[in-house]
């Protein structure tokens, strides 16, 4: 039981995220501005990490639940299942957000239903790249700061934070992806182009995300040079005390 209800919020999330994040570049990517995306973005993935966090770990991203699969913290059976939630709840918003263009007047301000491109403000590789690079920092930014107990307060402001940077670099080059389900939800309603180009939001985004796990523990790895009390001194003279309990 605690499984489903781990799958259902993996689903429920992604739909958040792709609904409000997706919807602010529909809606307002003109009149409100790269700011307006990334900030929707990145406040809809703060909220999620505390909301839905303690339940499933709030990836809502492919890449996220590849990066915590090679970390060994999640099973190919979990990450599997996590990864059919995540992509069938991008789909469901991305068909609200679609239905409300169509039937609901809203006018599309991205042109493409808020798809990820690359050809008129980056080429393929230079969109590899980008994905490659954003994705590694957000998912490396989720690994570490999860992997740490001090972290646990502010886990979702950071994680927030650095999905809306990597939103404010490549929104007017991509659109940003940095989450394949993210990507595949828009481009299966606009199709065309988006569709015959979703394939390197797929690849490079989960490239991005198996780089962080290798790294990740680099730089989670406690660092002996670095101490929260003065080193015993090795050599003649008096040595620091015990530490202790104070006396009442």
């Not at 966090?53 to 990066?67: E, R």
């Not at 679609?98 to 301000?109: E, P, S, T, Y």
């Not at 307060?153 to 490549?170: D, Q, R, S």
């Not at 182009?193 to 985004?205: G, I, S, T």
Request: charged letters at 10%; glycine letters at 14%.
């Amino acid at each position: 039981m605690d499984d489903v209800r781990r799958y259902v919020a993996e689903f429920l999330g992604t739909l958040l995220l792709v609904f409000f994040g997706v919807g602010s570049a529909v809606a307002a990517r003109v009149e409100g501005g790269v700011v307006v995306v990334a900030l929707a973005f990145g406040f809809v993935m703060l909220a999620l990490v505390y909301t839905i966090g303690p339940l499933s770990g709030s990836h809502v991203n492919p890449a996220v639940t590849l990066g915590v699969l090679l970390s060994g913290k999640i099973s190919l059976l979990g990450a599997v299942a996590y990864w059919i939630a995540q992509f069938i709840g991008a789909t469901v918003a991305s068909f609200v957000i679609w239905a409300l263009v169509r039937w609901g007047d809203v006018v599309d301000q991205t042109g493409a239903l808020g798809s990820n491109g690359y050809g008129k403000h980056i080429n393929a590789g230079g969109a590899a790249v980008l994905e490659t690079v954003l994705t590694f920092l957000f998912v490396l930014v989720v690994l570490v700061v999860t992997s740490r107990a001090e972290n646990a307060g502010i886990a979702g402001l950071a994680i927030g934070l650095a999905l809306a940077a990597a939103h404010l670099v490549g929104v007017t080059l991509d659109g940003t992806s940095v989450n394949p389900a993210r990507s595949f939800g828009p481009a299966l309603f606009e199709g065309g182009e988006a569709l015959r180009q979703l394939w390197l939001f797929v690849v490079f985004p989960l490239l991005g995300g198996a780089l962080a796990a290798l790294v990740a523990p680099l730089v989670t790895k406690r660092n002996p040079r670095y101490r929260g009390e003065p080193e015993e001194p090795t050599g003649p003279g008096p040595r620091r005390p015990e530490a202790g309990p104070r006396a009442a």
